[in-house]
C-alpha cells in the first residue's frame, strides 16, 4: 500500500483507501470552476445591463450586479461543495471530490471554512507551498476544515467483473506432489496467479523472473537443496505448484460471506 | 477461493449497489425513493464486508481495487453532515448565532483590545506629529471630509451600499481565515481597522468636536465596527486553537475551533448587509444630525440586545464536560 494514501475506517472496521488528488489535477479543476464562476458573473452583467436603461432601476440594477463577484467569488465553491456532496463541477470534470478525514461527505461548515480560507491560500501562493509539504497536498483550508481532496476512483464496473485474465499454462498436468505445498497459501497462490496471467512478456524475461520467484518459494516450501523439485525448470515449478493449489484455492469454504 | 469465483458469487450486489450510485447521482441520497435505501444500506455493509475480505485474500488483485473503489464512492453518501435546511435560518438567527457570540466573548474582548489599541495608536500619532496627519491617514475620506463632501445626495447610494458591503465582508473573512496564521493577519487587520478611525476622528477633532463627523460614522459605525470586532475574534479563536491546543493535537484543535468559528463568522458577517445599507443610504444623507445620532443609538441598542439576551433559556444548563480547545 502506498504510504501516502488516505486510509479511512468504516464502522464495520473495514479500511477505504483513498488516493489523494495532487496539484496538477485540482489546479486544473480549479481552473474549470473558475470558468463556471465567470459565466455566472457574465451572465448577471448581461442581465444587469439589460435592465440599466430604465432610470433608478437601472441604478439598483448595477448596484445588485456589484455585488454578484462577491456573491460568486465567496459563495461559489462553499456552496457548490456543499450541494454536491463535495464535488463541483471543475473537481467532477478531472475526477476529484471532497471528503472529510473520516471519509463523510463534507456539509455547509466544511464547506464555508475551506473556501473562505481559500482567500489566505490563493494570497501569495501559500496553499501551493502548504500542498507541496503535506502528504495528502493538503491546502491551509483543508487543514482547518479536516478535508481531503481524493481522486474518485473510475473503476470497472461489476456488468464486466474485475479479474486477471486467463492463466497461462503450458504444463499438461499437476505433476508428481510437491513436499511442503501446505505451506503455502493466498499469498503465494496470489503472487503466482498474477505471474502466469501476464501474457506477452519477453520469454528470457519470463524465465528470469519465474526464476526468481521459484528460488524464494523453494525457501517457503522448505525444499532440501537436493530436492528434484529443484532441477525443474522454474516455470514448470511455478505451473505445477498453481495446479496443485488451485483444488485448495477453488471450491468456496462454507460461510464465506453472507448472500446478498 | 479464486477470486473469480468470489467475484461471481458476489457481483450481483455489487453490481445493484452501482446501479443506486448511479441513481443519486447529485450526490446526495434523496433522489433514492426511500423504499431503496435500507436497500441501499445493506448493500453497502456487504460490499465493505467483501472488501474486508478480499483485502485478507486477494491483496493487490484487481478485485480488491474495484470493491475499494465501490465502498469509497458509497462511503460519502452515507456519512456526511446534516443537511442545511432553510427553515433553520429563523432559529440560527433567534439563538445558535447570539449564543455563539457569548460563547467567544475573551476572544470578542481581545478583538475589541486591539482595535481599541489601533485607534489609540492613531490618534496619538496624529496629536504627536499633525504635520504627517496627511501622510498617516491611509483613506482619502479625510480630504473628501474636509472639502465637505462628505454629505452628497443619495443618487448613487444603492452603488455605494453594494461596493461597502462587499468591502467589509471581505475584511470579516480575512480576519477569519487569518486565524489560520496564528491570527497574526487578523490582529493586524484590526489594528489597521482602528487606525484608521484613530487617525481620522483625531485629525477631525483638533479643533474641538465635529458632530457632523460623528453624525456620518454612527449610523453604520456601531454595526459595522461591531462586526468586525466579533469576526476579529473567530480569527483569534483558530490562532489560540493552533498555540493552545488542550488535550487534542494541534491540527484536531484547529478543525474543531473552525467548524465551530465559522458559524460565527458567517452569520455577523450577514450583519454587514444592514450596516452596508445604512452607510450608503444613511450616513451621507441630508437627515438631520440628531436623526443619525438616533439611527446609531437605535441600531446598537437592537445589536446588543439581541446578541446579549437572544437565545437564553428560563433554566440555567447543567455544566457539560468540555473536551474540545477553547472556550
Same mark, same amino acid.
Given at each position: 500500500?502506498?504510504?501516502?494514501?488516505?486510509?479511512?475506517?468504516?464502522?464495520?472496521?473495514?479500511?477505504?483507501?483513498?488516493?489523494? #488528488?495532487?496539484?496538477?489535477?485540482?489546479?486544473?479543476?480549479?481552473?474549470?470552476?473558475?470558468?463556471? /464562476?465567470?459565466?455566472?458573473?457574465?451572465?448577471?452583467?448581461?442581465?444587469?445591463?439589460?435592465?440599466?436603461?430604465?432610470?433608478?432601476?437601472?441604478?439598483?440594477?448595477?448596484?445588485?450586479?456589484?455585488?454578484?463577484?462577491?456573491?460568486?467569488?465567496?459563495?461559489?465553491? #462553499?456552496?457548490?461543495?456543499?450541494?454536491?456532496?463535495?464535488?463541483?463541477?471543475?473537481?467532477?470534470?478531472?475526477?476529484?471530490?471532497?471528503?472529510?478525514?473520516?471519509?463523510? *461527505?463534507?456539509?455547509?461548515?466544511?464547506?464555508?471554512?475551506?473556501?473562505?480560507?481559500?482567500?489566505?491560500?490563493?494570497?501569495?501562493?501559500?496553499?501551493?507551498?502548504?500542498?507541496?509539504?503535506?502528504?495528502?497536498?493538503?491546502?491551509?483550508?483543508?487543514?482547518?476544515?479536516?478535508?481531503?481532496?481524493?481522486?474518485?476512483?473510475?473503476?470497472?464496473?461489476?456488468?464486466?467483473?474485475?479479474?486477471?485474465?486467463?492463466?497461462?499454462?503450458?504444463?499438461?498436468? *499437476?505433476?508428481?506432489?510437491?513436499?511442503?505445498?501446505?505451506?503455502?497459501?493466498?499469498?503465494?497462490?496470489?503472487?503466482?496467479?498474477?505471474?502466469?496471467?501476464?501474457?506477452?512478456?519477453?520469454?528470457?524475461?519470463?524465465?528470469?523472473?519465474?526464476?526468481?520467484?521459484?528460488?524464494?518459494?523453494?525457501?517457503?516450501?522448505?525444499?532440501?537443496?537436493? *530436492?528434484?523439485?529443484? /532441477?525443474?525448470?522454474?516455470?514448470?515449478?511455478?505451473?505445477?505448484?498453481?495446479? /496443485?493449489?488451485?483444488?485448495?484455492? *477453488?471450491?468456496?469454504?462454507?460461510?464465506?460471506?453472507?448472500?446478498? | @477461493?479464486?477470486?473469480?469465483?468470489?467475484?461471481?458469487?458476489? +457481483?450481483?450486489?455489487?453490481?445493484?449497489?452501482?446501479?443506486?450510485?448511479?441513481?443519486?447521482?447529485?450526490?446526495? !441520497?434523496?433522489?433514492?425513493?426511500?423504499?431503496?435505501? +435500507?436497500?441501499?444500506?445493506?448493500?453497502?455493509?456487504?460490499?465493505?464486508?467483501?472488501?474486508?475480505?478480499?483485502?485478507?485474500?486477494?491483496? &493487490?488483485?484487481?478485485?480488491?481495487?474495484?470493491?475499494?473503489?465501490?465502498?469509497?464512492?458509497?462511503?460519502?453518501?452515507?456519512?456526511?453532515?446534516?443537511?442545511?435546511?432553510?427553515?433553520?435560518?429563523?432559529?440560527?438567527?433567534?439563538?445558535?448565532?447570539?449564543?455563539?457570540?457569548?460563547?467567544?466573548?475573551?476572544?470578542?474582548?481581545?478583538?475589541?483590545?486591539?482595535?481599541?489599541? &489601533?485607534?489609540?495608536?492613531?490618534?496619538?500619532?496624529?496629536? !504627536?506629529?499633525?504635520?504627517?496627519?496627511?501622510?498617516?491617514?491611509?483613506?482619502?475620506?479625510?480630504?473628501? @471630509?474636509?472639502?465637505?463632501?462628505?454629505? &452628497?445626495?443619495?443618487?448613487?447610494?444603492?452603488?455605494?451600499?453594494?461596493?461597502?458591503?462587499?468591502?467589509?465582508?471581505?475584511?470579516?473573512?480575512?480576519?477569519?481565515?487569518?486565524?489560520?496564521?496564528?491570527?497574526?493577519?487578523?490582529?493586524?487587520?484590526?489594528?489597521?481597522?482602528?487606525?484608521?478611525?484613530?487617525?481620522?476622528?483625531?485629525?477631525?477633532?483638533?479643533?474641538?468636536?465635529?458632530?457632523?463627523?460623528?453624525? $456620518?460614522?454612527?449610523?453604520?459605525?456601531?454595526?459595522? !465596527?461591531?462586526?468586525?470586532?466579533?469576526?476579529?475574534?473567530?480569527?483569534?479563536?483558530?490562532?489560540?486553537?493552533?498555540?493552545?491546543?488542550?488535550?487534542?493535537?494541534?491540527?484536531?484543535?484547529?478543525?474543531?475551533?473552525?467548524?465551530?468559528?465559522?458559524?460565527?463568522?458567517?452569520?455577523?458577517?450577514?450583519?454587514?448587509?444592514?450596516?452596508?445599507?445604512?452607510?450608503?443610504?444613511?450616513?451621507?444623507?441630508?437627515?438631520?444630525?440628531?436623526?443619525?445620532?438616533?439611527? &446609531?443609538?437605535?441600531?446598537?441598542?437592537?445589536? $446588543?440586545?439581541?446578541?446579549?439576551?437572544?437565545?437564553?433559556?428560563?433554566?440555567?444548563?447543567?455544566?457539560?464536560?468540555?473536551?474540545?480547545?477553547?472556550?
Amino acid at each position: 500500500m502506498l504510504p501516502d494514501l488516505h486510509e479511512i475506517r468504516t464502522a464495520d472496521n473495514v479500511g477505504i483507501g483513498y488516493d489523494p #488528488a495532487g496539484i496538477g489535477s485540482r489546479f486544473l479543476a480549479f481552473g474549470v470552476d473558475t470558468l463556471v /464562476q465567470g459565466v455566472v458573473v457574465i451572465a448577471a452583467l448581461v442581465v444587469a445591463l439589460a435592465l440599466a436603461p430604465a432610470g433608478i432601476a437601472g441604478t439598483l440594477a448595477i448596484a445588485l450586479f456589484l455585488l454578484v463577484p462577491l456573491l460568486v467569488s465567496v459563495g461559489y465553491f #462553499a456552496v457548490a461543495e456543499a450541494l454536491t456532496a463535495g464535488r463541483t463541477p471543475g473537481k467532477r470534470a478531472l475526477g476529484l471530490r471532497v471528503i472529510r478525514l473520516d471519509g463523510g *461527505a463534507p456539509g455547509l461548515r466544511e464547506a464555508l471554512v475551506r473556501n473562505i480560507v481559500r482567500i489566505i491560500d490563493l494570497a501569495l501562493g501559500i496553499g501551493v507551498v502548504v500542498m507541496f509539504f503535506d502528504r495528502r497536498s493538503r491546502r491551509l483550508g483543508d487543514l482547518a476544515a479536516g478535508t481531503v481532496v481524493v481522486r474518485e476512483h473510475r473503476a470497472p464496473t461489476a456488468a464486466a467483473p474485475p479479474g486477471l485474465p486467463p492463466p497461462i499454462l503450458r504444463t499438461p498436468d *499437476a505433476g508428481p506432489a510437491i513436499d511442503g505445498v501446505e505451506h503455502l497459501g493466498n499469498a503465494e497462490w496470489g503472487a503466482l496467479r498474477t505471474f502466469l496471467s501476464r501474457p506477452g512478456m519477453a520469454p528470457d524475461q519470463r524465465a528470469r523472473l519465474a526464476a526468481v520467484i521459484a528460488e524464494r518459494l523453494c525457501e517457503r516450501l522448505g525444499l532440501a537443496p537436493g *530436492a528434484p523439485e529443484r /532441477q525443474w525448470p522454474p516455470e514448470l515449478l511455478l505451473e505445477r505448484l498453481y495446479l /496443485q493449489l488451485l483444488p485448495r484455492m *477453488a471450491p468456496a469454504p462454507p460461510g464465506h460471506g453472507m448472500p446478498v | @477461493m479464486t477470486p473469480e469465483q468470489f467475484a461471481a458469487r458476489r +457481483q450481483a450486489g455489487w453490481a445493484e449497489l452501482e446501479s443506486h450510485l448511479a441513481q443519486a447521482r447529485r450526490g446526495a !441520497l434523496r433522489s433514492v425513493p426511500a423504499a431503496d435505501l +435500507q436497500r441501499f444500506g445493506v448493500l453497502y455493509r456487504h460490499a465493505a464486508s467483501d472488501l474486508a475480505i478480499a483485502r485478507r485474500d486477494f491483496a &493487490g488483485q484487481p478485485v480488491t481495487e474495484y470493491l475499494n473503489g465501490l465502498c469509497g464512492r458509497a462511503h460519502p453518501l452515507i456519512y456526511r453532515g446534516r443537511p442545511v435546511r432553510p427553515s433553520a435560518l429563523p432559529r440560527f438567527y433567534a439563538s445558535v448565532l447570539p449564543r455563539a457570540v457569548r460563547a467567544a466573548g475573551p476572544y470578542v474582548a481581545a478583538s475589541l483590545a486591539l482595535s481599541v489599541a &489601533g485607534v489609540l495608536a492613531g490618534w496619538l500619532a496624529v496629536r !504627536l506629529r499633525p504635520d504627517l496627519a496627511a501622510t498617516l491617514i491611509p483613506d482619502s475620506l479625510f480630504d473628501r @471630509m474636509a472639502r465637505g463632501e462628505v454629505s &452628497g445626495g443619495i443618487g448613487d447610494a444603492p452603488v455605494a451600499a453594494s461596493l461597502i458591503i462587499g468591502n467589509n465582508v471581505k475584511v470579516a473573512l480575512l480576519c477569519f481565515c487569518g486565524g489560520v496564521l496564528l491570527g497574526i493577519p487578523t490582529a493586524l487587520t484590526l489594528l489597521a481597522n482602528g487606525w484608521v478611525l484613530g487617525t481620522l476622528a483625531s485629525s477631525i477633532h483638533r479643533d474641538g468636536i465635529d458632530y457632523r463627523f460623528w453624525a $456620518y460614522i454612527v449610523p453604520h459605525g456601531v454595526i459595522e !465596527l461591531s462586526v468586525i470586532v466579533l469576526a476579529g475574534a473567530t480569527g483569534l479563536m483558530l490562532g489560540d486553537a493552533i498555540l493552545r491546543p488542550g488535550l487534542l493535537s494541534r491540527g484536531d484543535a484547529l478543525i474543531a475551533v473552525a467548524l465551530r468559528a465559522v458559524v460565527l463568522c458567517v452569520g455577523v458577517a450577514s450583519l454587514l448587509v444592514v450596516a452596508g445599507l445604512l452607510e450608503g443610504f444613511v450616513s451621507p444623507s441630508d437627515l438631520p444630525t440628531p436623526a443619525k445620532y438616533a439611527i &446609531g443609538a437605535g441600531s446598537g441598542v437592537l445589536l $446588543y440586545s439581541w446578541l446579549l439576551l437572544g437565545g437564553r433559556t428560563r433554566r440555567a444548563a447543567a455544566p457539560r464536560l468540555q473536551l474540545d480547545a477553547g472556550g
